[in-house]
């Protein structure tokens, strides 16, 4: 036998091996292929859900944005709605009642975990508001103390999951995309109202927080900033 029919005899015998292989393992390499697709398809369809849901939009809003945003989002969801004072609050945002029972809700609008702080701050404006429940709501995740410590207490926990299914399940029947457009624009027409953080009476430098708060009530403050003193004269 010369070396040529040895050289071909080993190659027929590598190509058959390869061969009776795929045919032996070809189930597995559909379970493989069948497993890449089903989760291609499946990141496509959440990238989908996620845009309609208008959750990207949440995340570039302020604290306060967030917090009228939920106001629209609860009364769609057919629940009365008070919101808290913007200072001075106890950790209460708002407090939401339905079917009898009176919930007050703590806003965090984070880009890392919500933390245990807002449990805590939660659980004590609770009886503050003499409220039945609890709830947070946030637009990402919680840390494993914070469930622990609302679980603990009958906190409810709204993640990012949960408030993303709260939105499907209104915006194809409500206006509520109207309303986030809405406070968009009232937020550009606060920030270009004052950019002072003083107040108007005394001087005296506010935080953040408490001018939004002045320039979100133009009515009562006439779209000047005040200090918490000089706010109880208004």
Known sequence: MSSNDVS??????FLKGILMGLKILWPLWLLIFA???IKILFHLWELRRLSKSGIKEIDQMDGLTFEKYLQSLFRNLGYRVERTAYIGDYGADLIVSKDGIRTVVQ???????ANIK??????ASKAKYHCTEAMVVTNSYFTKPAIELAKANGVKLWDRDKLVNALLSIKKDTGLDDEINEIAVSKEQLADMDDNNACAICGKSVSEKVKQYCLSNPQRFGGKVYCYEHQKNK
């Open 118 to 123: 807002a449990i805590q701050e939660v659980v």
């Open 107 to 113: 806003a965090k609008r984070y880009s890392g975990k």
């Open 8 to 13: 071909s005899i080993i190659t027929s015998s």
């Open 35 to 37: 497993t890449v697709l």
